[in-house]
């Protein structure tokens, strides 16, 4: 997708934007080679579904699988890079008056692009913490899967929201007052279906900002989007970015 393909009125839109908000989910990382959280795993973990292993049941049930799952997937986001799309939104970031990033992506790439200010919905898998206290703790260099809390004992474990636990209270208060409050809003690469973070667009529609969802494929947000682009976001973001600003 190109300039050319983007809508005048969008770009006239976000020109007059004085309050944006991003939404990004695993999509936006697709480019970065990190597989979206619905795609088929690879290799030892392709028989795996995600979303039974990520709950606090499965650790409870496998510590060691769990943990082996996450050094798995912290290996992949160690040796990615973040792609166009993640520097177009510190490009927003650096122009716009008001640009609040909610990702409920884990994976840590926002930051290493140079994004500030990062609303974490779901956590971070470059941190672990412990079980029982979940005060911070760096795992260092160890065979123990999962290693123990070195204050007392209890297994670490990754610092994520898991299915069926809560979220952060400030991050997810924060995200809903920034959605209630913005003109527009986007909603980048995430197929909208995990709560509470797929509830954000409405609030902010519900308070009258521009909804835009960037997704190569459709999804249950699609029909109430005011703007559709379709298409991957290290290639539409960026194309906004310097229709905007070019
Ligand atoms: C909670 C961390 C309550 C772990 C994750 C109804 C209402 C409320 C809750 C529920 C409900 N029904 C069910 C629930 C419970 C559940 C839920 O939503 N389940 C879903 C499956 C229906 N929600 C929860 O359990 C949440 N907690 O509700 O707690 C509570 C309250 C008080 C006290 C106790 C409990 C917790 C949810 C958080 C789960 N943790 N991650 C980990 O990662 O290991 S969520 C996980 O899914 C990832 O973070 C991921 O980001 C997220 C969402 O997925 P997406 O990001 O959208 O990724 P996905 O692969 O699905 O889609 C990728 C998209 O990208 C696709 O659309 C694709 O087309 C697009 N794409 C591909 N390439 C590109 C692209 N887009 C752009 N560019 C590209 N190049």
Redesign the pocket.
Known sequence: MTENDLPDSLIRTMRNARRVVALT????S??SGVP????AQTGLWETYE??DL?TPEAFERDPRLVWEWYEWRRKLVDAAEPNAGHRALVELEYWLPDFTLVT???DGLHQRAGSRSVIEL??NITRSICSAERTPIDPGLTELAPPPCPQCGASLRPD????????PAAAILDATESARSCDVFFS????S????AASLPEAATRSGAIMVE????K?PLSSRADYVLRG???EVLPALVSAIYS
Do not use: D, K
Request: hydrophobic content about 45%; aromatic content about 8%.
């Open positions: 989910g695993a999509g936006i697709a480019e979206t959280f619905r795609e995600p979303l990520a409920q992506n884990v779901h956590g994520v929201v898991w299915f069926g636990e809560a979220l980048i690469g995430t197929s279906l995990v709560q509470p960037i997704n190569p494929e999804t991957p976001a290290g």
